[in-house]
């Protein structure tokens, strides 16, 4: 009867909660929502609601469109076939990306097992190190990265975006995190079995680590697709190697009518990305932390 008694407050409860997240989750959603809306709206259509910025006052809201007066794929034409700069940099974000994930895929998860699985003098060295790069923004390490790229003939090329980010430290930190937990049972039973250090690894550490592995993949996905500062800094004087992330500040100075279709054909891929992953990213985080 105690029992009973707390359950409809605790209802109560929950569907307040709902109602709030559900309220946040559609603010955040909004811009999305209206970036894929606006990307079916004419251009014509665009440019004139865009001409509506700064004749407002500050009391006073830009209308909303809903409702486009014809839908229209002339946003897609324009990016995908007419003027193909936006669909140039789209494919140099996804060459980067593959790139990226391709080389962290072999290094990143071999440097995490070698961090938790083996015992060597200057291993927690090692590792703090690994963590005090970690926590240093991106600034702090431009200079040095900037040196070492210029002294082995890599800046403007596009290893300058490559190589660094292979040994991203935090995905080497959330890696390990999770393979400390990995009982050793499960290595000295797979040694029984004939298999070696790089067998433990193929069978025991990687299948094990599953979902940290997803979720590394996805988190990553959207570090290298959102990259702004690195192309600008390591590729200052080849624009023409800059990714998408880079061109939407210029886009907006002079409009044209096209930014929602490229800021959706921009979007799409990590939005997909994420929800292949999402399961993965959930469960890694989860059982990284209760480690």
């Known amino acids: 009867m105690h029992l009973d008694?707390?359950?409809?407050?605790?209802?109560?409860?929950?569907?307040?909660?709902?109602?709030?997240?559900?309220?946040?989750?559609?603010?955040?959603?909004?811009?999305?929502g209206l970036t894929l809306l606006y990307s079916f709206f004419s251009p014509e259509?665009?440019?004139?609601?865009?001409?509506?910025?700064?004749?407002?006052?500050?009391?006073?809201?830009?209308?909303?469109?809903?409702?486009?007066?014809?839908?229209?794929?002339?946003?897609?034409?324009?990016?995908?076939?007419?003027?193909?700069?936006?669909?140039?940099r789209f494919l140099l974000s996804v060459f980067y990306e593959?790139?990226?994930?391709?080389?962290?895929?072999v290094f990143i998860p071999a440097l995490a097992y070698a961090l938790s699985a083996f015992r060597f003098r200057g291993r927690n060295a090692l590792f703090l190190l690994m963590m005090l790069l970690m926590l240093l923004p991106f600034q702090v390490t431009m200079v040095p990265n900037m040196?070492?790229?210029?002294?082995?003939?890599?800046?403007?090329?596009?290893?300058?975006?490559?190589l660094p980010m292979w040994f991203a430290p935090f995905y080497v930190f959330l890696i390990r995190q999770f393979m400390v937990?990995?009982?050793?049972?499960?290595?000295?039973?797979?040694q029984l079995d004939g298999a070696g250090t790089i067998g433990c690894y193929w069978h025991v550490a990687l299948p094990v680590s599953r979902p940290v592995l997803g979720a590394a993949a996805a988190l990553s996905f959207a570090d290298i697709w959102n990259m702004i500062e690195q192309p600008l800094t390591f590729l200052s004087h080849r624009e023409d190697?800059?990714?998408?992330?880079?061109?939407?500040?210029?886009?907006?100075?002079?409009?044209?009518?096209?930014?929602?279709?490229?800021?959706?054909?921009?979007?799409?891929?990590?939005?997909?990305?994420?929800?292949?992953?999402l399961e993965d990213i959930v469960s890694g985080i989860q059982l990284t932390e209760l480690k």
Not at 61 to 82: A, C, D, G, N, T
Not at 98 to 105: E, K
């Open 5 to 32: 008694h707390l359950r409809p407050g605790r209802t109560k409860k929950h569907r307040l909660s709902r109602l709030c997240l559900t309220v946040v989750a559609l603010m955040l959603l909004m811009p999305v």
């Open 98 to 105: 593959v790139a990226v994930v391709a080389g962290q895929a």
């Open 181 to 190: 937990g990995i009982p050793r049972e499960l290595y000295e039973a797979c």
């Open 147 to 162: 040196l070492m790229l210029r002294a082995l003939s890599l800046l403007d090329t596009v290893w300058a975006l490559i």
């Open 45 to 88: 259509e665009v440019l004139e609601q865009l001409q509506l910025r700064g004749s407002f006052s500050e009391a006073r809201f830009m209308p909303i469109l809903l409702i486009p007066r014809m839908i229209s794929m002339s946003q897609y034409y324009e990016v995908l076939l007419k003027d193909n700069g936006i669909l140039q």
């Open 241 to 277: 190697l800059q990714p998408l992330s880079t061109v939407f500040n210029r886009l907006i100075d002079v409009p044209s009518g096209i930014e929602f279709a490229g800021a959706a054909l921009y979007m799409l891929p990590a939005l997909f990305v994420y929800l292949f992953f």
